[in-house]
């Protein structure tokens, strides 16, 4: 397999161009970030399924949103599964519960816009990545909340803790985001109107799922709700400060 795939000029410039996400970066960021864009492009497989039609400006804006978390951290991070699934909106997905107590099973199905499996594929919903370009600074964007899944899933279970780089202390992180987290928890319990999406209440792994998204999105909004996670996710996804 070719170790990166060419991207036009043309095709690189109306990309940035569509995402307000992309054309914030400076040059150097934008050089790095289409370098990575183009591995990405070589090294995932691209599956449309139920009539979604994918070409090549289509698969170049997923690499560059999936990539743009991986800007400082490396293309490494995006290592240990190959396949990127597409449909053209919502999906369903069957599940099964097994409640330990009672040990009844029980099935049913989750009407999904993204998913991540560790080792297993991206997928997303087209229409919803349509409306993250649509509505850039709202908080939301499935294709970096899916990411983020898929970098906690490289320490093993999802968690919200990720492999961190060595600038930043694991007992700190793991610290901030608890105290954030459980934080977060009592006001939705308490139906409190929240900055950050009630959604992320839902697990520790979601919370830093949630939060990463405004990383990018939203960062101000995020450094108001939870400042302490906010320097976290700078550090992580930015890389170290520099003097």
């Not at 036009?8 to 040059?27: E, F, G, K, M």
């Not at 949103?65 to 240990?80: E, K, R, T």
């Not at 499996?117 to 649509?134: N, T, Y």
């Amino acid at each position: 397999m070719a170790r990166s795939k060419p991207i036009p000029a043309s095709l690189w410039h109306d990309t940035v161009q569509s995402s307000p996400l992309l054309a914030c970066r400076d040059a150097a960021q934008l050089a790095l970030l289409a370098e990575l864009s183009g591995r990405f492009l070589a090294r995932k497989k691209f599956s449309p399924v139920q009539g979604m039609q994918l070409d090549d400006a289509r698969c170049l804006l997923i690499a560059a949103h999936a990539c743009l978390p991986v800007l400082h951290l490396g293309f490494d991070y995006l290592a240990g599964w190959r396949e990127v699934i597409v449909y053209p909106g919502e999906f369903r997905v069957r599940r099964e519960h097994h409640d330990d107590t009672s040990g009844v099973v029980t099935e049913g199905e989750d009407v999904l816009i993204g998913e991540a499996w560790e080792h297993g594929p991206l997928i997303f919903s087209w229409a919803d990545i349509q409306s993250d370009l649509e509505y850039p600074h709202d908080g939301l964007n499935v294709i970096i909340h899916e990411i983020a899944h898929k970098l906690d899933m490289r320490a093993g279970a999802a968690d919200g803790v990720p492999p961190l780089p060595a600038h930043i202390e694991r007992r700190a992180w793991i610290s901030a985001f608890q105290q954030a987290y459980d934080a977060h928890c009592r006001a939705v319990d308490r139906e409190r109107e929240t900055l950050i999406d009630p959604y992320a209440a839902e697990a520790p792994d979601e919370y830093f799922a949630c939060v990463s998204e405004m990383h990018f999105s939203t960062p101000q909004q995020l450094l108001q709700a939870a400042p302490a996670v906010a320097g976290l996710l700078r550090a992580f996804y930015d890389g170290p400060a520099t003097a």
